[in-house]
Structure formats: C-alpha cells, structure tokens
C-alpha cells in the first residue's frame, strides 16, 4: 500500500498541529503575564484534548490503512502491525 | 469469523477480572478500616491500570480477529469495524 | 487533626465500591458470555470512570482536611503534605 | 499572598513550553515529510507527557501556596479554592 493513512490530507492534520502550536504559545504568554494558575491548567488540558483529537484520528486512519493492507498481505504481516498499532494504542492511554 | 478474538482464552481474562474484584473489596476494607486517603488513592491507581491492561489486550484482540476479518470481508464491512475500534479507543483514552 | 477527609462519610465510598464491585462482576459475566469485545470494552472505561470519580472526591477531600491541617501546622509539615498529594495526583493522571 | 506559586520561576516553565512548542514544530515536520503514522503517534504521546509534567508542577505550587494562603485565610476561602483546585484536576485526568 502507498503512503500512509493520512497521506491524503496532510494540509487537516498540519492546519490542526499549527494551531496546537499556537496555543502553546499562548500558554506562554500566560505564564509571562503571570496569570492565575487555574486558567493556565484550564488551558493545558485543553491542548491535550486538541493533541489527543490529532492522535485519535491517526491511529484511524493508520488502522484503516496500514493494518488493514497487512491484513490483506497475510497473517504474519498482520500480527506485526497490529501488535506495533497496540503499544501505540498503550502509549496514548498511558500519556 | 467465529466468536471474538478473546473467545480463546477467556479464562485468561476471567482471572484479571476476579484480581481486580478483589482489590475493589481491598478497597472497601480500606475505607472501613479508615485508612489514609492517600494510600487508597495509590490502590485506585493501581485498580485502574490493571483494568486498563484488560482493555488494551481485547482491544489487541479485536483488532487482530474482528477488525482483520472484517477487512477481508470487504471495504465497507472493514470501515465499520475501523470506525467502531477507534470510538473504543477514544473512549479508553479519555476515561 | 481527627480521622481523615472521608471518615465522616464513610458509608458514601462503601456504597460507590460496592456498586463498582457489582459491575466488574458484570464484565467477568460478559466474558463469560461471549459478549462483544467492544461491549465489553465500553464496560470497562465506565468502571474507570466510576473509579476515577471516587478517587477525585477522595482528593478533593484529602486536600481540604489532611493537607489544610498540615498547612495550619506549619511550613514544613504543609510541604510534606503538598508533595505527598501531588505525587498521587500524578499516579492518578497517568493511571 | 503575593502573585502565584509559580510566580518566583516563571523562566524554567517558559523554558519547558518553548521545548513543547518545538516538539510540536517537529511534528508538523513529520507530517510534511510523510513520515511513519506509527512514528508521529509515538512523538504526540511524548508532547503530552511533556504537557502533562508541566501541569503536575503548576498544580503542586498552586496547592502549596494559593490553596495553602487560602487556609491560612479561613474556612470559606479554602473550601472556595480547594473545590477549584479539585475541578482543575479532574480536567487534567479526563483530559
């Protein structure tokens, strides 16, 4: 299979990793501006959920994608890509 | 594709499940026995990753029997299961 | 300072463990039954949820009677404290 | 009390959100250079550690110094901050 699940729309997962990149940014500015602690955590989790949304939709479309055509490929190639796509799945809930 | 990819080895799973019944009865003796709240939440912790692991292996699972025959059922068939998998995971990442 | 956050309600926890005792005694069923691993999987991130709810008001508890105690102790007992919960927090977020 | 918990060491927290910001440009390099999916998940669950380590240090001062002045205050102003602080919590465990 060529290129990856999101090789189509690379622009989507950009414009949504630039604005992540603003916002961390701003919680610069926040800290600059020695803003009250609670809305800093307010904003934090918020560019962790946006981080979180960017990795969710990756692992879609790589499961869709890349474990899918091993799939297609055969058994063996299936289970490496499942087990690699299951840490990654681990490393997110653990994050 | 018959059964699920646990259907196996459930009894594999079914020990996981009595351990952690356990520990929420050590839990409750915690709070009867009017144990330090910090020492229960150490024990929440540790119940909660022990659940996490139960999920992270069915979803390897699922993954590897449900999502792959779907997959090689067909397209449309592979892209519910996808679909199905990732709201699962997003669910797990987010609890 | 007497007893702990929670001592006063201690029947509130014990009823919220018990509940969560039944339903993973609900997923060794589902297992046992060869439920759907994504009906099982949602089981499992409602269980965390219920855990994580009691853990979070065990903090919230923790932080308004243990640590505020410390706190009118004095400095150093206050920063024992301080650490000793945010260590737990930390569990609890990567949990 | 005087201006935050965080308030004295404002630069090691810039420091560590400049490094996050630089991750996340490293991330918009990886999708513009099409890199492995697998590869891209891995560096997200990184960046939200990262985040996370920041928020676990904020929250320790915050508690340590904004919830502890709030103690030394009276009752009603602690019960005030602890419940904020305990919401701020939560948000960071769900997040």
Redesign the interface.
């Known amino acids: 299979m060529e ?5 189509g729309h ?1 622009d989507d ?2 414009k949504r ?2 604005r ?2 603003g916002q ?2 701003g ?2 500015r926040m ?2 501006e ?1 803003k ?3 809305d ?3 904003q ?6 946006a ?2 949304s ?3 939709k ?7 994608h ?3 055509g091993a ?2 490929e055969g058994p063996e190639a ?2 490496a890509k ?5 840490e ?8």
Chains 1, 2, 3, 4 share one sequence.
């Open positions: 290129g990856h699940g999101y090789s690379r997962y950009l990793l630039r992540i990149e961390v940014r919680l610069q800290v600059d020695d009250y602690c609670i800093i955590l307010t934090i989790s918020a560019v962790n959920r981080l979180e960017v990795a969710l990756l692992l879609e479309e790589h499961i869709g890349c474990v899918a799939v297609l299936a289970e499942v087990k690699e796509a299951s990654a799945i681990a490393r997110l809930v653990r994050s």
